[in-house]
């Protein structure tokens, strides 16, 4: 069965594919992105199994009231990547949730800078998986966070 339209069930197409399928499926267009990153600003930008990465411009809405980006922003580009890293060692059908997701901001990454979240999958059992993630700048190189993340797997 194809699906040509990113509006297609993302649950009906995660039964039919294996996460690592899914990603590319997503990143062609032919699966739906979560509706999260539109919002965040955030955007899948590279798969292979086991190694994920998002890329992401905060702007002005994702600030706190001091006008630095605020700490979810950071969260949610590497919480994406993390959790996609997971998605990619999945087998057709399973699924997964967070267990426990931790984020460590170095340095304030400006306004309007390009960053991008690269995520490894350390483990993947059949119970549990295990990611790590750096956040850097595209352009400078600079490491603005770091996360880690240990998610349950469940079948499908």
């Known amino acids: 069965?194809?699906?040509?339209?990113?509006?297609?069930?993302?649950?009906?197409?995660?039964?039919?594919?294996?996460?690592?399928?899914?990603?590319?499926a997503m990143l062609r267009g032919e699966a739906p992105a979560a509706r999260m990153a539109e919002t965040?600003?955030?955007?899948l930008h590279s798969v292979a199994e086991g190694r994920v990465t998002f890329r992401g411009v905060p702007l002005a809405q994702h600030c706190n009231p001091f006008g630095?980006?605020?700490?979810?922003?950071?969260?949610?580009?590497?919480?994406?990547?993390?959790?996609?890293?997971?998605?990619s060692g999945l087998r057709?059908?399973?699924?997964?949730?967070?267990?426990?997701?931790?984020?460590?901001?170095?340095?304030?990454?400006?306004?309007?800078?390009?960053?991008?979240?690269?995520?490894?999958?350390?483990h993947g059992g059949r119970s549990t998986a295990v990611a790590a993630a750096e956040l850097r700048g595209v352009e400078d190189g600079r490491l603005y966070a770091t996360g880690s993340t240990t998610c349950i797997i469940m079948a499908g």
């Open 40 to 43: 965040m600003n955030v955007r």
């Open 68 to 87: 630095a980006v605020h700490g979810g922003w950071y969260g949610a580009l590497l919480d994406s990547a993390l959790g996609c890293a997971v998605m």
């Open 92 to 122: 057709k059908g399973a699924h997964y949730t967070t267990l426990e997701f931790k984020v460590n901001i170095t340095r304030a990454l400006p306004l309007g800078v390009e960053a991008e979240a690269l995520a490894i999958l350390q």
């Open 1 to 24: 069965m194809t699906h040509s339209s990113p509006s297609s069930d993302p649950a009906a197409l995660r039964h039919e594919m294996s996460g690592l399928d899914y990603l590319h």
